[in-house]
């Protein structure tokens, strides 16, 4: 998510940080005051952008969704099955390499 405006930005944090916390702690255990303290949003912003945590984890599953789709469509780049293959796995490294 590719924010400009300070909305933007403010709603990108709020997804990095509530997928973070989701991934350290599970969904259950991981509070929509968890989320507010994590990131300074205050409450009211936070529903704004995001009516329920449902709503805000189905905006975290669509975020890694196109993450994925994008991934994809990278290391899928080649005319021929080898190099879409030796592609693929060069992305891969790649992306372990950083994380």
Not at 38 to 56: I, Q
Request: aromatic letters at 10%.
């Amino acid at each position: 998510m590719d924010g400009n405006t300070k909305g933007e930005k403010t709603k990108a944090r709020v997804l990095e940080t509530a997928s973070r916390l989701i991934n350290e702690k599970g969904f259950c255990n991981t509070s929509i005051n968890d989320i507010i303290q994590a990131t300074g949003v205050k409450k009211g912003n936070l529903y704004f952008y995001f009516p329920s945590k449902e709503d805000l984890s189905l905006a975290i599953l669509e975020e890694a969704n196109k993450q994925f789709m994008a991934f994809l469509s990278r290391s899928l780049q080649g005319e021929r099955p080898l190099d879409k293959l030796s592609n693929f796995l060069d992305v891969v490294f790649e992306k372990h390499r950083r994380e």
